[in-house]
């Protein structure tokens, strides 16, 4: 059976489940100015970063794809762009646009911050109100985009919460819906599990391209990633080993074939139907959501061990745990507790039910706890250093 | 009630799924058929998550979890011995 959401359809047909008015600084620089219409203009939400001066080369390429998809994103119904330098703020702005969203301009040389924030808020102000007026209305759950990834595991999360997170996967490609998932350090040890999942062999060698890529990095840094791989909590919660730790990872992935690989410059297409896409991405929780943000996710299943409280901005982060010590001492951030299946309570397939129902709860609205508790955490990936 | 959970009938190790005190015989049952088990006698105290050998387990043998290598063992395991990064380490990384 189908389900259907209720959720804003937008000018390209995307389909969001928020509906934030951004303000989007464009660098470092902007980020006064663009943080004061967010505090004179009720309902607008603002993106504070530290990056965007003096980029080059792919890196800077990434931070626009990054600010651009950000404000595309479907959860946006409309976007201010402050920078300090126009033509900056104006190549971002116009990606923007290509999605027929409102979204306007405000540079800060020339003007100042008080002018800038004035002549902004006075359009932040029409943005917020036009927003308010847009409606919720049915649409099938296949226009969804996804992602997943797991933080501050350990080894409830392979025993319990993935598998359950697994079980929503297969049930939303097979609807349609499009599922990104990523991680890429964190497959080592599983690398060969996924490659196997690929739907074809030019998938399967992009994908070993990205991967050796990334750890050809971590090869010639000379570091050794014990203690930051599995990190400090992971340990705790039990986990030994990055090959133990990506082992728990893929089991999230659930069981379709992987047809879609985007390196970090990738737009991931929409309406494909029934598409499950590795994302080359970092495995610091804030890092990876903000990537898939980027490239269109709507709604994030977070799962954790020991506790991570990531958020973001724009999209509901859900927060899933299987650690019963973890959903007691952190109940604020949990919203969907699996670990009666750690008992044998519950089968995998109900997990999955729980995880599933509580997700379209989220669709049409609800609040996750990391958005009632502001964790708006949004981190531009960097790849070297500036000029 | 199982007090642990294995992945694979070929693993190497249960987790615990509660706290477990030292002399306890713990039920861990295997995930690919809940209803079969085995018992196990802990040597050491086992924290929630973390892992008990099923098996002796000699210094420099490979450690099977979700039936796959996760690592080697640095020195010998005993059967019900706790499983950590002090007595096994990745083949990956890490010295």
């Not at chain 1, 651009?68 to 994103?73: C, D, E, F, R, V």
């Not at chain 1, 297969?170 to 998932?181: C, L």
């Not at chain 1, 879609?260 to 991405?281: A, H, I, M, S, W």
Request: net charge negative.
């Amino acid at each position: 059976m189908t389900s259907t959401i209720k959720a804003y359809v937008r000018e390209n047909g995307a389909v969001g489940v928020r509906n934030h008015v951004l303000v989007l600084p464009l660098d470092d620089l902007s980020n006064t100015a663009a943080t004061g219409v967010a505090k004179l203009i009720r309902g607008t939400t603002v993106i504070p970063h530290p990056y965007g001066r003096l980029q080059f080369g792919r890196d800077l390429d990434l931070l626009f794809h990054i600010l651009s998809g950000t404000g595309a994103n479907p959860n946006v119904a409309g976007v201010i762009v402050i920078g300090i330098e126009e033509n900056w703020a104006n190549k971002v702005a116009d990606e923007i646009a290509k999605t027929g969203k409102p979204v306007e301009v405000f540079p800060i040389e020339g003007n100042g911050d008080l002018r800038t924030i004035e002549k902004a808020s006075r359009k932040a102000l029409e943005m917020v109100q036009e927003a308010s007026e847009k409606q919720r209305t049915e649409v099938d759950i296949s226009s969804v985009v996804m992602s997943i990834k797991c933080g501050e595991s350990d080894t409830t999360s392979g025993l319990a919460s993935n598998p359950a997170v697994g079980v929503v996967v297969d049930r939303m490609v097979d609807q349609g819906a499009t599922v990104m998932f990523g991680e890429t350090s964190e497959l080592t040890g599983a690398e060969d599990i996924v490659a196997d999942k690929m739907a074809t062999p030019e998938l399967r060698e992009k994908f070993m391209k990205v991967f050796r890529e990334y750890t050809e990095v971590i090869e010639r840094e000379g570091v050794d990633l014990l203690g930051s791989q599995p990190t400090q909590g992971n340990i705790k919660g039990g986990l030994s080993t990055i090959e133990e730790k990506a082992l728990g990872n893929i089991q999230k992935l659930g069981h379709r074939k992987v047809n879609c690989v985007l390196d970090y410059l990738d737009q991931l297409e929409r309406g494909k139907g029934g598409t499950l896409c590795f994302v080359n991405t970092s495995s610091a929780a804030a890092e990876a959501v903000t990537l898939f943000a980027a490239k269109g996710s709507v709604v994030h299943l977070f799962t954790t061990g020991q506790g991570n409280v990531v958020g973001h901005p724009l999209i509901p982060v859900i927060k899933i745990t299987a650690n019963p010590k973890t959903a007691a001492q952190m109940s604020e951030h949990i919203d969907v507790d699996v670990s009666d299946l750690l008992d044998l309570k519950i089968s995998l397939e109900e997990a999955g039910e729980r995880v599933y129902k509580y997700m379209l709860r989220v669709l049409n609205g609800r609040l996750t706890r990391a958005e009632v508790l502001q964790h708006d955490e949004f981190s531009p990936i960097k790849l070297y250093i500036s000029a | 009630m199982p007090k642990g959970l294995v992945h694979s009938k070929n693993d190497d190790v249960c987790v615990a799924t509660t706290d477990i005190r030292k002399g306890e015989e713990v039920i861990c049952a295997y995930l690919e058929n809940p209803s079969s088990y085995v018992i196990v006698k802990s040597e050491s105290d086992i924290p929630l998550g973390h892992k008990i050998a099923l098996r002796d387990i000699r210094k420099g043998e490979k450690v099977l979890k979700y039936d796959r290598v996760i690592g080697v063992a640095t020195q010998d395991i005993r059967k019900g011995e706790h499983v950590h990064v002090h007595n096994i380490k990745s083949l990956r990384w890490g010295k």
